[in-house]
């Protein structure tokens, strides 16, 4: 899945292929199909 990561402080986002995490028992993985980001 792609990624939107902060590496470093003050560094630049960068976007990545990261690989898709696997939930636990109690966890739940939610879909997002928009975000906005403020720097």
């Known amino acids: 899945m792609r990624a939107a990561l902060f ?3 003050k560094a ?3 976007v990545r292929d990261v ?4 939930p ?4 739940a993985i939610v879909a997002v199909r928009a975000c906005g980001i403020c720097r």
Do not use: A
């Not at 690989?19 to 696997?22: I, K, L």
């Not at 636990?24 to 966890?27: E, K, R, T």
């Open 7 to 9: 590496t470093d402080f």
């Open 12 to 14: 630049p986002l960068t």
């Open 19 to 22: 690989p898709v995490p696997r």
């Open 24 to 27: 636990g028992d109690d966890d």
